[in-house]
Nanobody
Framework: QVQLVESGGGLVQAGGSLQLSCGPS????????MGWYRHGPLNQRTLVAS???????HYADAVKGRFTIRRDNAKSTVTLQMNSLKPEDTGYYYC?????????WGQGTQVTVSS
């Protein structure tokens, strides 16, 4: 079964940058909206950013102006550039993609921002 695979997490000091990448493990077909979610310390999952197939983006208020989401439709990949990172950005980040009624999730990647 095709899955999404994330990479790019890690440990960074506050004010630093990381880029997360996500792509399919195989042929996944045409994807609709893609996005990144974060599991916080209370195990809540929140939407960080999303992007439609046509490039329309949505960001959580907490990351506006600091994070940028992009996608490559030909490769079915999505990236999240995270700048000016804060300790509250710490969490496990998951990639999500939708294709019709099917929803795909990655295994997640840990982002830790130290103060």
């Amino acid at each position: 079964q095709v899955q999404l695979v994330e990479s790019g997490g890690g440990l960074v000091q506050a004010g630093g940058s990381l880029q997360l990448s996500c792509g399919p493990s195989g042929n996944i077909g045409e994807l609709g909206t893609m996005g990144w979610y974060r599991h916080g310390p209370l195990n809540q999952r929140t939407l960080v950013a999303s992007i439609t197939r046509f490039g329309s983006t949505h960001y959580a208020d907490a990351v506006k102006g600091r994070f940028t989401i992009r996608r490559d439709n030909a490769k079915s990949t999505v990236t999240l550039q995270m700048n000016s990172l804060k300790p509250e950005d710490t969490g496990y980040y998951y990639c999500n993609a939708r294709s019709g009624v099917t929803e795909f999730w990655g295994q997640g990647t840990q982002v830790t921002v130290s103060s």
